[in-house]
Structure formats: structure tokens, C-alpha cells
């Protein structure tokens, strides 16, 4: 099952690639690297993001954007629990996730200024490979101790993901500054990861 989930992104990728490869002679490429906060939407945790993301853009306003992105829960709304921080004798009951995301983003710029200020949106299929785990409760094993339970859920899934994303030049020509805020949504959940991260943008091309 996962390889044939990972095979149809790949597709997808080859097929969106060859599908505007042709479209403008001079592609601008720029690499992007950044982090941020992040909510799991289902059970509502905080949670941070690493990505690193590579836009082909086919025109002045129209680029291709395939991500990889690291996704781990930190904590709870309520605060009541911290990942990093063993419970109940050593312990950690809290529960936890996390996966990698592939996406292939679509961008489109809506707005561009004379300074080159762009606020663009974007639609494309993500992938996720991870998983979460929860804590179940207690039992009381053949000793009489009490033990908990963890409950582990594995995701291989394919979703799509929605973003608005905000992008400026910076001082150095070579820089560009991107604010993004992304949506990934799998199951029929909608959103059910939020994302928003600073990335630094280097040209390539």
C-alpha cells in the first residue's frame, strides 16, 4: 500500500513537471529553507514545522514548488503536556506525532507590486508518511503493577494541501523572504494540519 501511494505522487510529479517544462525558456529556480509553528487539527496539539521547498517558476507569476517537510508535535493547547518531559516516573503518557510531508505546490501569484511585494496561492497532492500515538490508559499486569497502554497509529496516506503565501525581496538580490501559511488535509478533514513557517529563499537560476 505505501508503495503504491508513494508511486502515484511520483507520477504526479513527473506528470506536473513535463506538463509545464516547456512553457518559458529562462525558469527562475529558487531554493527555500525555513521552520515554524504548527496544530494538529484532530486531537488539537501545538507542534513545529522544518521544510525545505524548491520553486520552478514557468512565468513571472506561475511556479511549481515540490516541499519535503518534517512535522513533530511539542505540546498540548492546555499546556498540560510537554513531549520533552518524562511523566509519572520516568514515563512519557503524553501523546505525540509525527511524519514527513511531500507536496507539490502549484503557486500562483494574485498580487505582484512594482517592488516585487507577491501574495500567491497554491493548491497541489501531499503525501504523508508517519504516525501518532496516544495514551490509552491503565492496566494491572500478572505483578499488580499498573502499566499504561500506548496506542500507535501509522499514516502512508495521500491528501492535498491549500496555502497563501507571502514573498518579498530582501536586501541582498540573491534573497527572497516567504511567510507562508499552509493547510494539508487527509481523511476528509479539513484542515487537518496547520502550518505556518518563515522560509529564506536562495536563487539558483
Known amino acids: 500500500m505505501f508503495k503504491k501511494k508513494f508511486f502515484t505522487v511520483l507520477v504526479m510529479t513527473i506528470l506536473t513537471f513535463n506538463s509545464f517544462g516547456q512553457e518559458g525558456k ?8 525555513g521552520a515554524g509553528p ?28 515540490p516541499s ?6 511539542i505540546g498540548e493547547f492546555d499546556g498540560s503536556g510537554k513531549f520533552w518531559e518524562p511523566q509519572l516516573d ?42 501518532d500515538a496516544s495514551f490509552g490508559g491503565w492496566f494491572r499486569n500478572e505483578r499488580g503493577e499498573m502499566e499504561g497502554i500506548m496506542n ?3 499514516f ?14 530582501g536586501k541582498n538580490e540573491n534573497r527572497r523572504n516567504t511567510l507562508g501559511v499552509s493547510m494539508s488535509s487527509f481523511s476528509g478533514y479539513w484542515p487537518y494540519y496547520l502550518m505556518v513557517n518563515y522560509r529564506l529563499g536562495f536563487k539558483l537560476k
Open 26 to 33: 529562462d525558469k527562475k529556480l529558487i531554493y527555500r529553507v
Open 38 to 65: 504548527s496544530i494538529e487539527g484532530n486531537q488539537g496539539k501545538w507542534a513545529i514545522n522544518f521544510m525545505n521547498e524548491l520553486s520552478v517558476y514557468t512565468s513571472e507569476r506561475f511556479s511549481i514548488n
Open 68 to 73: 519535503l517537510t518534517y512535522f513533530a508535535v
Open 90 to 131: 520516568g514515563q512519557n503518557i503524553n501523546a505525540f506525532s509525527s511524519s514527513l510531508f511531500t507536496d507539490v505546490r502549484l503557486n500562483y501569484d494574485v498580487i505582484r507590486t512594482a517592488k516585487d511585494f507577491r501574495v500567491g496561492l497554491g493548491f497541489g497532492p501531499s503525501f504523508q508518511y508517519g504516525g
Open 152 to 154: 500507535v497509529e501509522r
Open 156 to 169: 502512508a496516506r495521500l491528501g492535498y494541501v491549500t496555502q497563501v503565501v507571502f514573498d518579498w525581496q
